[in-house]
């Protein structure tokens, strides 16, 4: 079956270091989104991308980064981990409906923490 | 952008109870709507969408939402709860991109 994938699942880390989050998914879906979840705020979307070499700003940019060198992968790095990042993080795509903002699929999703 | 506001944080109900979660949004036209659950420990899962066409829209579980213009406002309801709806329910609203309500996580009462 198709799916979305996370790794690793959970994350302890220090601060300053570099941290990379894996998103695959085999749905051969154009678009993918990373969000982090936080108590209070819901999910607020961190980068997305709507095609390979497409990436996007969302609202909470600052720190990370992406590049979508194919159709199936959406790497998120922490350039340098803040005890700000300590997260839940979502990776999530969606069908190639010619509707941007169409329904989501979810992966299990990252727990990070940044010491 | 786009912005969405679920009311209420928490919510505890009766098993057998009707139940109704708040969402309003703002934005300038008709975005695209989605009410999405998550168990704990889980990634989201959609319950159901309205995109255009019949305000009341069905989805899975016995859930259903209503949209309505003239109030900007998506509100699930579901008429008799089961427990294992217990989980954090989440209002989405499709413009530029995808923005989420902050959740009302739903208690139900033995």
């Known amino acids: 079956d198709a799916e979305i994938t996370q790794s690793p699942r959970h994350k302890i880390t220090e601060t300053g270091r570099q941290v990379t989050l894996a998103c695959h998914q085999t749905?051969?879906?154009?678009?993918m989104f990373w969000y982090r979840q936080d108590l209070g705020h819901g999910l607020r979307l961190i980068h997305y991308?709507?095609?390979?070499?497409?990436?996007n700003k969302g609202e909470v940019s600052d720190g990370y980064s992406v590049s979508r060198s194919n159709t199936e992968d959406l790497p998120l790095t922490l350039e340098s981990a803040a005890s700000s990042q300590t997260s839940v993080y979502f990776c999530?795509?969606?069908?190639?409906?010619?509707?941007?903002?169409?329904?989501?699929?979810f992966g299990p999703g990252t727990r990070l923490t940044v010491l | 952008a786009q912005s969405v506001t679920q009311p209420d944080i928490h919510i505890t109900v009766s098993e057998g109870a009707s139940l109704e979660l708040r969402c309003n949004y703002s934005?300038?036209?008709?975005?695209?709507l989605f009410w999405y659950v998550q168990s704990p420990g889980q990634g989201l899962q959609l319950l159901l969408k309205?995109?255009?066409?019949?305000?009341l829209v069905q989805g899975i579980k016995g859930f259903e939402a209503e949209f309505k213009r003239s109030q900007s406002s998506f509100n699930l309801r579901k008429p008799s709860v089961h427990w294992s709806d217990a989980a954090e329910y989440f209002c989405a609203v499709g413009a530029d991109d995808m923005r989420f309500g902050a959740g009302t996580r739903l208690t139900v009462k033995p």
């Open positions: 999530a795509s969606s069908p190639n409906s010619g509707i941007r903002t169409d329904t989501q699929y």
């Open positions: 991308s709507y095609g390979v070499q497409d990436t």
């Open positions: 749905w051969n879906h154009n678009n």
């Open positions: 934005y300038g036209a008709t975005p695209y």
């Open positions: 309205y995109f255009s066409g019949d305000t």
